[in-house]
């Protein structure tokens, strides 16, 4: 891309950083740790991504902030093994690729990539997962995006008509209210407005296959895509959603995939940043209008 510019800066709280632009949007990955994407926002504009520093697990996990790759189903220590070391990362076409050292107890290594579109906030960010053991492992590829404070999730409910089957998927964690006032559910749009309140987790088998975070007169946009036939993890779930004291984390899985020794597992999506004036009930009653017009979405 003739206009993608590529630097390493200090960061800080993230030490080493590498900063691609295309002019239209900015993105900062970590390259001490990770693979994280730590920032993704218009030029010189706000970060849509959270930047959280001090939650640590007792292993040495840290939260940092921005977007990570998990694999699935969560377990620990497993899912939590830390990243805490340097990446390897090269230049592709368009973009970068960030590598992690194999994971000692787990044998994955993951692999990001990150590929920007010239003249567009439009971002391919791909998930890969590598089986470095001995035997087939089953996995679902996770990809996990910590939202800033303080904006609307907006999920797409599935209302195409079953007969006399479910259609969906609903899954509730542990400690999840699901009178909470923090949700509204919606004819064609479960709302979770992020505010201080208890931890709560939300899966839903989103066929869709995309979710928004409307905060501060930006809408961002995640897509993936959900296979109909895919065997998703914690009870059909392609889309999950954490709330926390100081974020609200986008999640979209891949079906759970057996990876050969050698082989690997992969999970896509794309990422839009959508400059919108509106205020955020006009946002609720035109979402389907914005989507259509500045995404690839079906609905």
Known sequence: MEHLQISEKIMPHHGRCAFLTNGVIEMAVTLDYGPRIICYAFVGDENMLCEVTEYKEPNGWRAYGGHRIWHGPESYPRTYEPDNTPLQWELIE???RLIQATESKSNVQKELEIVL????????????????????????????????????????????????????????????????????????????????????????????????????????????????????????????????????????????IRVEPSGFAEHGEEWNIVRTLRNQVEVEENVLEIFRKNNAVEY
């Open 94 to 96: 368009n973009g970068i």
């Open 117 to 256: 579109q010239e003249g567009s906030a439009r971002v391919q960010v791909r998930h890969r997962i590598y089986n470095r053991g001995m035997w087939a492992v089953d996995l679902a590829v996770w990809a996990v995006t910590m939202m800033q404070p303080g904006g609307l999730e907006i999920i797409p409910m599935i209302s195409h008509d079953t007969g006399l089957i479910p259609n969906a998927n609903i899954v509730l964690w542990p400690g999840t209210n699901v009178n909470d006032p923090r949700i509204r559910w919606g004819e064609k749009f479960v709302y979770i407005q992020h505010n201080k309140g208890e931890n709560m987790k939300i899966g839903f088998s989103n066929e869709s296959g995309f979710a928004a975070y409307y905060i501060k007169e930006l809408l961002f946009v995640k897509q993936y895509k959900h296979l109909i036939n895919g065997h998703y993890v914690d009870r059909g779930s392609s889309y999950q959603t954490f709330v926390g004291h100081q974020m609200l984390e986008m999640e979209s899985l891949s079906p759970l």
